[in-house]
């Protein structure tokens, strides 16, 4: 089998993903007949892990796959993963698989609390431009409340005047990366690997969704914000770091994926509703259902 090389935001993930690669173990380190409620045993023993030194990154390694916490947002991601490759393919032991995991929102509609989602597509949601006119209809010296979600706030002046003949149909529009000619906003996972990886995962007796996950640089904070990314791109969950990880796996030509496990809904900013225990123990039951059937980690 060719090596996987896992990437996780932070290590509140990478500890759970560890954790469902290594079971449940005692502390005498025989493996327990059930797994526990918690999402990371106390028992766990992090000495039953290959300690991997990836450049600057310490990864945490069992027999084919390691696991690395890169950072959040994509330009930690990007580099976490760029490096990881760069090292291992200069050894000699190159990765042949690289996939992004970790806690995430679900839309609604799509995915609630502990549900896991696959992405069939992973979209750079907020990378690009925006197009249009200021919207005249928007009293002066106030501002529109997606924009003050992504922490821009008014000047007092007014709204400038329209100028003659300008066609009000543009106002708001948003231009992709691919609108712009400069590339693609959008990474399309291989479909044998989405097939795969929902096959292994739905053993686990998870509810399982496929669909576009996106990553934003700013996470959605207002239920504004979330409708319009669903009228735009349909999505079933959003993270952070999917499409950056995709984008330096692509770089080395090594095929990637993305999953998630849904810790809240898309919407108005409620940390109180999260449940990151939920989250936390899906993501574990994931990595280790990903181990106990390694076909779900076969390179397309």
């Known amino acids: 089998m060719s090596r996987t090389l896992i990437v996780t935001a932070v290590q509140a993930e990478a500890d759970a993903v560890c954790a469902g690669l290594m079971g449940s173990w005692s502390r005498s380190r025989g493996r327990s007949a059930e797994a526990p409620a918690a999402p990371v045993s106390p028992d766990w023993d992090r000495q039953l892990l ?102 821009f706030h008014s000047t007092g002046a007014p709204p400038l005047p329209r100028p003659a003949g300008a066609n009000s149909s543009a106002d708001g529009k948003f231009l992709t990366l691919d609108d712009l000619g400069l590339g693609s906003s959008t990474i399309a996972s291989d479909p044998e690997l989405v097939e795969r990886l929902r096959t292994v995962l739905g053993l686990t007796g998870r509810r399982v969704v ?46 990637s994926g993305e999953i998630r496990s849904i810790s809240n809904q898309v919407g108005r900013r409620d940390r109180a509703s999260w449940n990151m225990p939920a989250a936390l123990a899906s993501l574990r039951t994931a990595a280790g259902a990903l181990v106990a059937h390694p076909e779900g980690l076969l390179a397309p």
């Not at 760069?86 to 995915?111: E, H, I, Y």
């Not at 700013?218 to 959003?238: F, W």
């Open 50 to 151: 290959t300690t991997s030194t990836l450049g600057p990154y310490v990864g945490r390694r069992r027999g084919p796959v390691t696991v690395l916490a890169a950072g959040t947002g994509g330009p930690a991601a990007a580099a976490g993963t760029a490096v990881a490759l760069a090292v291992a393919q200069t050894a000699g032991d190159p990765f042949g698989l690289v996939l992004s995991m970790g806690v995430a929102g679900g839309f609604r509609g799509w995915a609630e609390a502990g549900d896991l989602a696959v992405a069939t597509r992973l979209v750079a949601a907020d990378l690009g431009a925006e197009s249009g006119l200021d919207d005249l209809r928007e009293p002066a010296g106030q501002i529109h409340e997606m924009d003050r979600s992504l922490g």
């Open 210 to 255: 496929a669909g576009p996950v996106l990553s934003v640089a700013t996470v959605t904070g207002t239920e504004l914000r979330a409708a319009t990314l669903t009228a735009r791109l349909d999505p079933v969950a959003e993270g952070m770091e999917g499409y950056a990880v995709a984008t330096a796996a692509g770089a080395f030509g090594v095929p």
